[in-house]
């Protein structure tokens, strides 16, 4: 797959294939739920996860591919990335637990 931002270099497309796959991992696996949570019906629900999907999609490609720019790869330390990634733990085991929340109440 070669992706290009808008100027025309190449992107890598790791991350925007990875963000793409956790998302619909994520809100396909756990929207339906939330939804007939609220009082959705089943097929409400799936469409309503679908289309925030092809939102998150939307959102992750104009962030990770098009306007990416490849001459400020290098502008972060990666102690500094080390760390960022760091503090996500955390807040990603609490969604995790978050998320899980309508499955053990309801």
């Known amino acids: 797959m070669h992706l290009r ?26 929207g339906p739920l939330y939804g ?3 009082g959705l ?3 409400i629900a799936i469409a309503a996860s679908a289309a925030l999907f092809a939102v998150a999609t939307v959102a992750a490609f104009y962030r990770q591919v098009w306007t990416f720019r490849p001459e ?8 500094v990335r080390a760390e960022r990634l760091f503090h996500l733990i955390p807040i990603l085991a609490a969604l995790i637990v978050a998320l899980a929340v ?3 109440v309801g």
Do not use: Y
Request: glycine share 6%.
């Open 5 to 30: 931002n808008r100027h025309g270099s190449t992107v890598d497309p790791v991350p925007f294939v990875v963000v793409v796959g956790l998302s619909f991992m994520v809100l396909l696996s756990f």
């Open 36 to 38: 007939q949570a609220l």
């Open 41 to 43: 019906s089943l097929e």
């Open 72 to 79: 400020a790869v290098g502008a972060v330390p990666s102690a």
């Open 102 to 104: 309508p499955l053990v």
